[in-house]
């Protein structure tokens, strides 16, 4: 959002006192977080003045010629401006300054602009490595809408440190999630060095905010074969375990099991090319993980076990580890403020 304003310059004079006779007129451009000054040329008394309507009194001599020339100048601000964003570009005070001059400017690519490009310079990224980005990318737009325009120059250490605390107190993000996220970045500010946007970089910059170790906690033989053994009605519920269970028996991560289709699958194993990593697998199968796959190759769905998303599986893992009693005793750490439970 861009705005303007226009006001008499309220200086002193030689006598100490305001000045109140050709006092000059002022613009004040506000856009962006970004606040500037620019002069208009134009001089009248104070008198003359209306401070409210941003203009010189319609009763003083030249009104309209002046009148005219503010809103000459507005037009032009805005116009700059606006063309400036049309094309993609974040415009600077400086690149303000120079375009009212006159001067051709040679359009600097924004950081977001950069950003996207750094998203679509590699097309061995993972799906789910894009979405890790696009999903940074947002958080850093957003973030921008409280910082202010973000150039390459102003990025080091006092500014990742704001942009954690956003991750935190905005979003309440896990220390984990937001060193993971500051690790998103920093790989595009390399990127950008890399590729001569941003040589003013200085790559050593870090957060303060670690990653903590997470504990790995597996279920044990006993609760294994709770889930199991576990009667199910609900087919959703049904489907959620058993991607898990065909997880467990393959060792699979739940991305490479979504896109797992029937043509992959063999008579003693199946064909994996693996998300994360992108390296072919022949994973052996085993009597449990079999039967999985049996109970829908009849399906009219190319997928060898029809998951959804993830994030409704879990909410149906935790249903059937609730009739499945799972109730052992576990300590959790909140990694924003560090308390256990």
């Known amino acids: 959002m861009a705005s303007i304003k226009f006001y008499i310059e309220k200086r002193k004079g030689d006598d100490g006192l305001v000045m109140i006779k050709n ?5 004040s451009f506000s856009f962006s977080n970004n606040r500037m000054w620019i002069t208009t040329g134009e001089r009248i008394d104070a008198v003359k003045w209306d401070e409210e309507k941003q203009k010189v009194k319609a009763s003083a001599n030249g009104a309209a010629e002046i009148n005219n020339v503010l809103q000459k100048k507005r037009d032009d601000i805005m116009s700059i401006y606006r063309n400036a964003i049309a094309v993609g570009t974040e415009p600077s005070i400086k690149y303000i300054r120079e375009a009212l001059k006159g001067n051709k400017i040679t359009a600097r690519k924004s950081v977001f602009q950069l950003y996207e490009e750094f998203i679509k310079s590699n097309a061995n990224f993972s799906e789910s490595t894009i979405k890790k980005l696009n999903t940074n990318l947002i958080h850093l737009r957003n973030f921008a ?29 896990t220390h984990n999630t937001i060193h993971k996220n500051i690790g998103n970045f920093k790989w595009f500010l390399k990127w950008a060095s890399k590729n001569g946007y941003a040589t003013e970089i200085n790559l050593s910059i870090s957060g303060n905010i670690r990653q903590n170790e997470n504990e790995i906690i597996a279920l044990t033989t006993d609760e294994l074969k709770a889930v199991m053994n576990l009667t199910l009605t609900d087919f959703y519920l049904s489907v959620a375990r058993d991607a898990f269970l065909f997880g467990c028996f393959t060792g699979l991560r739940f991305s490479d099991i979504q896109k797992l289709l029937k043509e992959d699958v063999e008579a003693d194993y199946i064909n994996v090319t693996v998300q994360k990593t992108k390296n072919y697998l022949k994973v052996p199968l085993s009597n449990q993980a079999k039967v999985i796959l049996d109970r829908y190759k009849d399906t009219p769905v190319t997928a060898a076990i029809p998951v959804y998303t993830g994030q409704k599986v879990n909410n149906n893992l935790k249903k059937i580890g609730e009739e499945a009693k799972l109730n052992r005793l576990v300590t959790t750490i909140d990694k924003t403020n560090l308390s256990t439970t």
């Open 145 to 173: 809408k409280k910082e202010g325009t973000i150039e390459f120059k102003y990025i080091d250490d006092a500014f990742i440190s704001r942009f954690e605390r956003y991750y935190i107190n905005d979003l309440q993000h």
């Open 23 to 27: 006092v000059p007129i002022l613009i």
